[in-house]
C-alpha cells in the first residue's frame, strides 16, 4: 500500500486549493478513503471520508460547504478541494483508507497547507 499527497502550499485566506492522493497496492475502487489533518500543536482532527461503492461522503463540520472530497478511481486518486479556505485550515493533510475517524494504518507523507495573508 502507498499513499501520495500533493498539492499543498501557501494560499490566501478565501482562496482554493486542490490535493491529491495517489494511490497503488491495493484496489482503490472498493475500499472507503478519507482525509486527516494535523495542525501545529494539535492532534489528528478527520476531515472527510467518500466510500468506494456509493460514492457517500461526510464532513467535519468546520469545513462542510467549503470542501469536496472526490474520487476518480480510473486514475486511483483521491482528492480534496478546498475552497474559502482559513487561518485554521493551516496543517498537514494525510489521505488514509477508511470512512472517518483518525486511525490507520498506512499514511504518506502528507501534504501542508498553510493559510495566511
Known amino acids: 500500500v502507498q499513499l501520495v499527497e500533493s498539492g499543498g502550499g501557501l494560499v490566501q485566506p478565501g482562496g482554493s486549493l486542490r490535493l491529491a492522493c495517489a494511490a497503488s497496492?491495493?484496489?482503490?475502487?472498493?475500499?472507503?478513503m478519507k482525509w486527516v489533518r494535523r495542525a501545529p500543536g494539535k492532534g489528528p482532527e478527520w476531515v472527510a471520508g467518500i466510500l468506494g461503492g456509493s460514492n457517500r461522503t461526510e464532513y467535519v463540520d468546520s469545513v462542510a460547504g467549503r470542501f469536496t472530497i472526490s474520487r476518480d478511481n480510473a486514475k486511483n486518486t483521491l482528492y480534496l478541494q478546498m475552497n474559502n479556505v482559513k487561518a485554521e485550515d493551516t496543517a498537514a493533510y494525510y489521505c488514509a483508507i477508511g470512512f472517518k475517524g483518525t486511525g490507520g494504518n498506512k499514511w504518506g507523507p502528507g501534504a501542508q497547507v498553510t493559510v495566511s495573508s
Open positions: 497496492g491495493f484496489s482503490f475502487s472498493t475500499v472507503a
